[in-house]
């Protein structure tokens, strides 16, 4: 009897006001990263009509003008647009940013203080992170996530291009994928919403997105005839951005991760150093978990890490292959901790982390992707594992 089932994930595009406030926060740790590695960065952004906020706790070197770094993303991403409310020359940007706190510093630190238990450089928060790795994709992530963030890309793509002028930044893709026996087999539903000129029609926009973006960029053999196209199902949407709607840092944490395929911990990525392990262990667990699946020893796999804060090693790390596994979950166990660490500093220096890398990861996934500076995408690991089993 075969197990069928549908399961849906999103993307937003680059004007989504989450994803906005996404840009500004990593701008912003890439610019401190880029004259002094060694920073420590927490940075939230608030984004409402023409007014953007910038707040956090930044200890760095580094000079910054956090106006400029804020106009400069708001107009990489198109809010250029005479009709624009939110508009890179226009925004109000308010600036509310000190340093991180000496009890979280002393924890973090490589050094000795007192009521710590060591001085190993510890955990910059605590909690649990999750990575995950399938081989639905080439990628080795689940197809909806990976689907929806194609449309994503390509609309930006196109509006960035030669594509009509009347398409604008704010976007959101959804992919409902078919599965029989754990396999996809169909799409189902796909929908797109983007924001647009007022004074172009519903049919052009629909004829515009199934022909151009749909239909080019998602398998043929998984559209079918039955297959549903959902565009700008409200029939209008002229206002969007930051004027439609709020937009904060780390809100789009599923779209950021798996699409709700893999689990998630719960804290945010962007505007966060390498030292906050909500992002590099997550990072770290993606690395583990796309190595694990590409050494086939299972098909699917998900990785729990858990910390407290100023301490240097994970108080769990857990392993889970859904009854995938080729090899015995245990050996799988063995294997991971003999080819990698997980305490933070070795996080940090195994993947590289100290560098301003992390704009490349504000948008359509931090998981997934081919480029080299994303270093938890590698399956550099693999003979190492498979020699760790023996």
């Known amino acids: 009897m075969s197990n069928r089932y549908i399961f849906s994930s999103e993307s937003v595009g680059e004007g989504h006001p989450d994803k906005v406030a996404d840009t500004i926060s990593d701008a912003v740790l890439d610019a401190c990263l880029a004259q002094d590695k060694m920073s420590r960065v927490a940075c939230e952004t608030y984004v409402k009509s023409n007014v953007a906020i910038i707040g956090g706790e930044i200890t760095t070197?580094?000079?910054?003008?956090f106006v400029a770094i804020a106009r400069k993303?708001?107009?990489?991403?198109?809010?250029?647009?005479?009709?624009?409310v939110f508009h890179a020359d226009?925004?109000?940007?308010?600036?509310?940013?000190?340093?991180?706190?000496p009890d979280i510093a002393q924890g973090v630190d490589a050094r000795k203080a007192k009521g710590k238990k060591t001085a190993k450089q510890g955990a910059g928060d605590q909690g649990l992170m999750f990575g995950?790795?399938?081989?639905e994709t080439p990628e080795l992530m689940p197809a909806p996530i990976m689907f929806a963030h194609r449309l994503g890309r390509e609309l930006t793509r196109v509006r960035k291009g030669n594509g009509p002028a009347w398409l604008r930044p704010d976007a959101k893709s959804q992919v409902s994928v078919v599965y029989e026996n754990d396999k996809p087999v169909a799409i189902s539903n796909v929908v797109i919403s983007t924001q647009h000129a007022a004074d172009v029609e519903h049919a052009e926009i629909e004829s515009f997105c199934i022909e151009k973006v749909i239909r080019k960029v998602l398998p043929k053999g998984l559209l079918t005839p039955q297959t549903e196209f959902l565009i700008n199902p409200t029939g209008r949407f002229v206002v969007g951005g930051p004027q439609g709607d709020t937009g904060l840092t780390g809100r789009k944490i599923i779209v950021d991760s798996y699409g709700g395929m893999g689990r998630h911990g719960g804290g945010a990525f962007s505007g966060k150093d390498p030292t906050k392990v909500d992002r590099s262990a997550a990072y770290m667990a993606r690395w583990v978990a796309?190595?694990?699946v590409a050494a086939d020893f299972a098909a699917r796999c998900e990785l729990q890490f858990a910390y407290a804060i100023g301490h240097p090693d994970p108080v769990s790390v857990h392993v889970e292959t859904f009854g995938t596994n080729a090899v015995d979950n245990e050996k799988i166990v063995r294997a991971v901790n003999r080819v990698f660490s997980f305490q933070p500093?070795?996080?940090?220096?195994?993947l590289n982390l100290r560098r301003p890398i992390y704009g490349k990861?504000?948008?359509?996934?931090?998981?997934?992707?081919?480029?080299k500076d994303l270093t938890w995408e590698a399956i550099d690991k693999v003979e190492a594992l498979k020699k760790a089993l023996r």
């Open 61 to 65: 070197k580094a000079k910054l003008d």
């Open 73 to 84: 993303s708001i107009r990489e991403i198109g809010y250029v647009n005479d009709d624009d």
């Open 90 to 101: 226009k925004v109000f940007v308010n600036v509310l940013v000190t340093q991180q706190s």
């Open 132 to 135: 995950y790795a399938c081989n």
């Open 290 to 292: 796309k190595n694990i």
């Open 345 to 350: 500093s070795d996080i940090i220096d195994q």
């Open 361 to 371: 990861t504000t948008n359509y996934g931090h998981f997934g992707k081919s480029d």
